[in-house]
């Protein structure tokens, strides 16, 4: 064999069993060719993945900057440092774009310097979480629901485009091992405010009005409990008691179901409130058969984040640690709304854009302040930092764990090496500094 053609084989390799990031379903079973430090195929992903591996490339840019100028990772790391060891009221906010073991970094250095410490999870799945504390959550794996959930209920949520492997690979269409003949062994439903795509691969589909989720839920749990409901119920939920009659019996009828609800619960009218109307219902169902409920999760480790925060502070975003111990107070410590009453004085941005998505006030007094973030591409966010450093994407680029949506966790084959670094290799020299501020700058 040539020179030429051992060089060509030396570029080209096969990753087996590689996890994809892109969503919350994080499947574990990519099949990645590369050529050239660029993946070419991607074997077993659905679109998005397809899109989140096959245009992904590493960017052309400086390392690190400092007010837009190309910096040394050394400087980068002492303006950093600088900046967040002196902050009176910084705040931590992203997370969900990282491996567990950049998280844990992250919130130490939080820690240290007193910061608020939250995660994307507050703009989107944060009312779930007070609903788990409030209420608490009937769960289970996606394993399980394969091998064993004969009714599927989606609610607010569209899993055909967001999630389009959820229904092939984990819900609706695998043959599990008490459902061997698969979609035919199941029943399913979906409840939303519009008919989507989704719709076509469920038996009956529930268009409600807006803002009636909680009504719903509630009519429900009444309807399973054998209470009679008023009928002027209809006309604030948009369907016929007689139908919801015969959904809740076949529901109670069911050996295994399963409750996978999405942002149309949290991000509407009721909010927390509707999350605990729907766990209520799940706890109620049990009463007769096993039901669990499930949020569909959308950032590749927002789960992982909420672990991380939870295990280190005991609350799951939405944290504030300036008085040297932690104090949970969604709407006073989450990161839009204190940006918003123009409260932080800095901040460090890790694996997320809120410049893009953020209220206009919040964007606005965030552009204003020092911050450092973190990122593999040139966002909005990192356009406006003081300091941005250029990182390697994680699962593409690093190793680490991250959380599926049903709180298993997956350890990550990387596809090639970055010429930049991963999260956690910037956050360990940079909490080290911090310290050596804090404590003198011999560190003593």
Not at 93 to 112: F, H, K, M, P
Not at 183 to 188: E, P, Q
Not at 209 to 218: G, I, T, V
Request: hydrophobic residues 40%; charged residues 25%.
């Amino acid at each position: 064999m040539s020179t030429a053609t051992n060089a060509a084989n030396a570029e080209l390799k096969v990753v087996k069993d590689a996890a994809c990031t892109f969503c919350g379903c994080v499947c574990d079973d990519m099949e990645l060719t590369v050529e050239n430090n660029h993946i070419t195929k991607a074997k077993n992903a659905c679109v998005l993945g397809k899109a989140w591996f096959l245009n992904h490339h590493i960017e052309d840019r400086p390392e690190a900057t400092i007010e837009g100028r190309p910096a040394t990772y050394e400087e980068a790391i002492e303006r950093a440092a600088q900046i967040l060891a002196n902050a009176q009221y910084p705040v931590l906010y992203g997370l969900s774009d990282t491996t567990c073991e950049a998280q844990r970094v992250a919130v130490a250095i939080a820690d240290w310097i007193g910061s608020n410490v939250d995660t994307t999870t507050s703009v989107c799945h944060g009312p779930s979480g007070m609903a788990f504390q409030d209420v608490g959550e009937v769960t289970c794996t996606l394993g399980e629901i394969k091998n064993r959930a004969d009714f599927v209920v989606y609610w607010g949520g569209n899993p055909a485009e967001s999630h389009p492997r959820h229904f092939t690979r984990y819900s609706l269409m695998p043959k599990g091992q008490f459902l061997p003949n698969g979609r035919k062994d199941r029943t399913a439903v979906l409840i939303d405010v519009r008919k989507t795509k989704s719709a076509k691969a469920v038996d009956t589909f529930l268009q409600i009005k807006p803002r009636s989720d909680f009504e719903l839920a509630w009519t429900m749990r009444a309807l399973a409990k054998g209470v009679e409901v008023d009928t002027s119920v209809e006309e604030k939920i948009g369907v016929p008691l007689e139908t919801l009659a015969d959904i809740v019996e076949k529901m109670k009828a069911a050996k295994f179901g399963v409750i996978m609800f999405g942002m149309g619960l949290t991000m509407t009218r009721g909010k927390h409130l509707n999350t605990e109307a729907v766990l209520s219902l799940t706890r109620d169902l049990n009463k007769y058969t096993r039901w669990a409920a499930k949020p569909m999760r959308g950032h590749g480790n927002v789960t992982g984040a909420d672990n991380v925060v939870t295990w280190q502070t005991g609350y799951p975003f939405g944290v504030n640690l300036s008085r040297g111990y932690p104090r949970f107070n969604p709407g006073e410590f989450t990161t839009s709304d204190l940006l918003a009453r123009k409260e932080a004085d800095a901040a460090l941005i890790i694996a997320s854009d809120p410049m893009s998505n953020f209220n206009q006030a919040a964007r606005d007094h965030l552009a204003s302040i020092p911050s450092v973030v973190f990122d593999p591409k040139l966002s909005d966010t990192a356009r406006v930092a003081t300091v941005a450093f250029t990182t390697a994407t994680y699962g593409i680029n690093t190793a680490g764990t991250v959380y599926r949506m049903d709180d298993v966790p997956i350890y990550l084959r990387p596809a090639f090496e970055s010429k930049y670094r991963a999260d956690i290799d910037i956050l360990k020299p940079l909490e080290k500094r911090i310290r050596e501020i804090q404590l003198g700058a011999d560190g003593s």
